[in-house]
């Protein structure tokens, strides 16, 4: 049987925009996971909720704050963000500016601005993430930034 050159032309191009109709939408899905796992971890940071903030973390993530060994195991995570509670640290405003899923893991870029009481924040810098589906949820699997200097005020 023959089809017309159009026609094959048309179903191909169907079916090829099926596929970029999925990949968006898998974008879609990888950044609305991603803004909200950072909504979660800006309240439970503003609210001191040490418990709901390590929560966020996989059992065995590594931590890779700047100028410091990694903090490895979500017990450790935990003592270090109370430690930056207790100094101070009220609110960390991220950014995404990009997320990329393969297929139980997301990569997440962005920049950040950390905050104590003051409007001026005290750091700021760029980040990445990298998120791990366990047992059906994301969880931060590695988190690695770096600070910028910021004038003395």
Not at 94 to 117: N, S, W, Y
């Amino acid at each position: 049987m023959t089809y017309p050159r159009s026609s094959l032309f048309a179903t191909l191009t169907a079916v090829s925009l099926l596929g970029v109709t999925s990949t968006c939408n898998a974008a879609d899905d990888a950044r609305a996971t991603v803004d909200k796992s950072n909504q979660a971890f800006m309240s439970a940071l503003q609210h001191a909720d040490i418990e709901a903030l390590t929560s966020l973390y996989s059992p065995n993530a590594t931590l890779f704050p700047p100028g410091a060994p990694p903090i490895v195991g979500s017990a450790a995570i935990g003592e270090f963000w109370k430690k930056m509670v207790a100094r101070g640290v009220k609110r960390i405003e991220p950014k995404t500016t990009e997320v990329e899923a393969h297929g139980d893991t997301l990569i997440e870029l962005g920049t950040f601005e950390a905050f104590r009481e003051a409007a001026a924040p005290i750091q700021r810098g760029r980040y990445i993430v990298i998120w791990k589906r366990e047992n059906g949820s994301w969880k931060i699997f590695r988190d690695l930034w770096n600070a910028e200097s910021l004038p003395a005020t």
